[in-house]
């Protein structure tokens, strides 16, 4: 098949960790590169964000990512990108005129907009189009309240999307219910999880050396729905059942907390320093994926509390790692880890219970040992990048199929009259 990827702000070429880079920009990579294995062609459409990148970057042979000129070519906050995206769905248009693909996957809402202008464009009929929405705005406006940054016509375009979107690709059970209460016929909606590079994320292999007796790492885009203040706040409480030789190590944003840092940063580092923590926490920043096998399997646990999460990949790492993992029971993370089995859900904002849970496997080198293996067995089990690309697979192929049957019906209708 030739399959056009649409990801209006998550490139598959962008460093992670800033806050608009993170799972998405990994999905759409990994899916990308794990189709193309399978002899698929795939072009990723995506908005240049810098006047120096090339219009075409060939990735691997049948894989290259296509930058589009769509608003200005810097760093756009993702909320601030709708006025552009009729521009990105006429670059995609024109460039379907050259090649047309069989199937377009949309990935985000404004990504599913441009994706189903563009399959408009031509004068044949429509090219059908699977959308991953990645996060809802329903859930977000539901958790964040007057802090969504989202553009207000996300109330009735992200739905829209769904509705005409041909097929949905959901990544975790909890989103089909969200689906469901959007209106969206879930009749049309397949799963396929997120994924991880078990090859390179595995529990074999040099670890980072830590400062202190244990190590409890967050990983991220540093945005308060993220519930890092909650695993600050846990590390506290640690201290007070017994293990004050605890440090977290967070990784994601600018690495500093001065004037420059992101904005939660400086949030996080006065929350640790009011808390007595400021010699416990370290902000690393960025850090090169190289990098991050060792970084792992230098913690003790992998600590994820968000408000909610689409799906998550950081525990997936962890997991395959052969790292326990504390987990928030929101959206993804629910079905990921499993709980007394690969690692500990506790609730969202609840720092007394992530305490609890992290006093229960510091205190056990057996149990976090037991719960690290069965992570990487579950991560290889159902989490391979093969294996989510060939569930999407299937998914193109049910809408394609879907497509063919309703133009047969149309063809033999057409012929009774």
Request: charged fraction near 20%; proline fraction near 7%.
């Amino acid at each position: 098949m030739r399959i056009a990827m649409v990801s209006e702000h998550a490139s598959p070429l962008a460093a992670l960790g800033g806050v608009d880079a993170g799972g998405q920009n990994v999905h759409v990579a990994a899916l990308s590169a794990a189709l193309a294995r399978r002899g698929h062609d795939i072009r990723v459409y995506t908005r240049r964000d810098d006047p120096a990148l090339p219009e075409r970057v060939r990735v691997q042979p049948r894989l290259e990512v296509v930058h589009v000129n769509a608003g200005p070519p810097c760093e756009v906050p993702k909320d601030e990108l709708l006025p552009f995206i009729g521009d990105l769905a006429t670059g995609i248009g024109r460039d379907f005129e050259t090649v047309a693909p069989d199937i377009v996957h949309a990935h985000f809402w404004m990504s599913g907009l441009a994706a189903l202008e563009a399959a408009s464009a031509g004068t044949g009929p429509r090219v059908p189009v699977v959308q991953t929405f990645h996060a809802l705005g329903t859930v977000k406006r539901r958790h964040q309240g007057l802090a969504d940054t989202s553009p207000e016509e996300r109330r009735w375009l992200e739905p829209a999307v769904g509705r005409s979107a041909d097929r949905i690709i959901a990544t975790c059970s909890d989103e089909v219910f969200e689906l469901k209460a959007m209106g969206i016929d879930v009749a049309k909606v397949s799963i396929a999880p997120c994924g991880v590079a078990l090859e390179f994320f595995t529990p074999v292999g040099t670890a980072a050396t830590g400062k202190r007796r244990h190590r409890i790492l967050s990983v991220g885009r540093l945005v308060p729905r993220k519930g890092v203040d909650t695993v600050i706040q846990a590390l506290a409480l640690l201290r007070d059942k017994g293990f004050p030789d605890t440090e977290l190590l967070i990784v994601g944003g600018k690495g500093n907390t001065g004037s420059d840092a992101d904005p939660e940063a400086r949030r996080l580092a006065l929350l640790a320093a009011e808390l007595g923590l400021g010699e416990h926490v370290t902000f690393q920043g960025q850090v090169p994926r190289e990098d991050m096998p060792g970084i792992f399997r230098s913690a003790d646990a992998v600590v994820c509390t968000p408000w909610y999460e689409p799906f998550g990949i950081v525990p997936l790492e962890a997991m395959a790692c052969g790292i326990p993992v504390v987990a928030a029971a929101v959206g993804g993370l629910a079905d990921t880890v499993l709980d007394n089995a690969t690692g500990i859900h506790v609730p969202p904002r609840a720092p007394e219970a992530t305490a609890d849970a992290l006093a229960m496997l510091l205190s056990s080198p057996q149990l976090r040992q037991e719960f690290g293996a069965a992570g990487r067995t579950r991560a290889a089990a159902r989490y391979s990048w093969d294996r989510v690309a060939a569930d999407s697979e299937k998914a193109y192929r049910l809408t394609l199929a879907a497509r063919a049957a309703g133009s047969s019906a149309a063809a033999l209708k057409g012929a009774a009259l």
